[in-house]
């Protein structure tokens, strides 16, 4: 079972660069989350969905947005890196009151 | 301001003896709570939860106590393995809303 899967895995940037960050899931998920994880601060949401078509901003939206054009995919994109958004990002899904589940992490460096 | 807290950011115990981590947390909305486990390099993987109705959720070793007046969890690890060494992240939601809301972790180490 692929469960959530992230690509690309990794990742370097210049700042300044744009670039997008594919989540998908194969559980037939309602909701889907886009997650980092910083040294420190634990695992922090950016933007979630809460269904086909729908996104709202988590605790650390600036400077990314998120596209959900199909169930099954997530899209998070950063317009123009910055250092401060180096970072390992977590997407993760679930359907609707149940425990998510995590894809396994995508390392982006912003130099 | 945080709304789950992990204040421990690490804990060291013994292999066979009892591991207990805790979680505090702010918001009354919450009734949902639930804990994951991170190796390093993989994504989180669900460990164990527990509905406001209840005060303790048992799954083998592991056993999940909420004590919903003064807002705080705890998960107990009977008996502690190396295996366990990981970082536990402690997460709550409204399940009438949406995402989880993470604590910082804690990491555990069991030395044999």
């Known amino acids: 079972n692929a469960g959530v899967t992230q690509t690309p895995k990794f990742r370097v940037l210049k700042t300044g660069q744009s670039m997008t960050l594919l989540c998908a899931q194969d559980?037939?998920?309602?909701?889907m989350y886009w997650y980092r994880q910083d040294p420190g601060m634990g695992l922090r949401l950016i933007h979630y969905s809460v269904g086909e078509g729908t996104t709202a901003k988590g605790e650390v939206p600036d400077g990314y947005n998120v596209s959900r054009l199909k169930k099954q995919n997530f899209l998070l994109g950063l317009e123009s890196a910055a250092p401060s958004q180096t970072s390992v990002y977590f997407c993760?899904?679930?359907?609707?009151?149940?425990?998510?589940?995590f894809g396994e992490g995508s390392w982006l460096t912003v130099v | 301001d945080q709304q789950v807290k992990q204040n421990s950011p690490s804990l060291s115990v013994q292999e066979g003896r009892i591991s207990i981590l805790n979680c505090d947390y702010t918001?009354?909305?919450?009734?949902?709570f639930l804990w994951y486990k991170k190796y390093p390099a993989e994504g989180p993987t669900f460990l164990i939860s527990?509905?406001?109705?209840?005060d303790k959720n048992e799954d083998g070793r592991f056993t999940v106590f909420l004590n919903k007046s003064a807002k705080h969890l705890s998960l107990h690890i009977v008996p502690s393995q190396p295996g366990d060494s990981a970082v536990y992240f402690c997460?709550?939601?409204?399940?009438?809303?949406?995402?989880?809301?993470f604590g910082k972790g804690t990491t555990l180490s069991v030395s044999s």
């Open positions: 527990i509905s406001s109705i209840k």
């Open positions: 918001n009354s909305m919450f009734d949902y």
């Open positions: 993760a899904s679930s359907s609707v009151g149940n425990t998510i589940y």
């Open positions: 997460a709550a939601s409204n399940q009438a809303g949406t995402a989880l809301i």
């Open positions: 559980m037939n998920h309602e909701y």
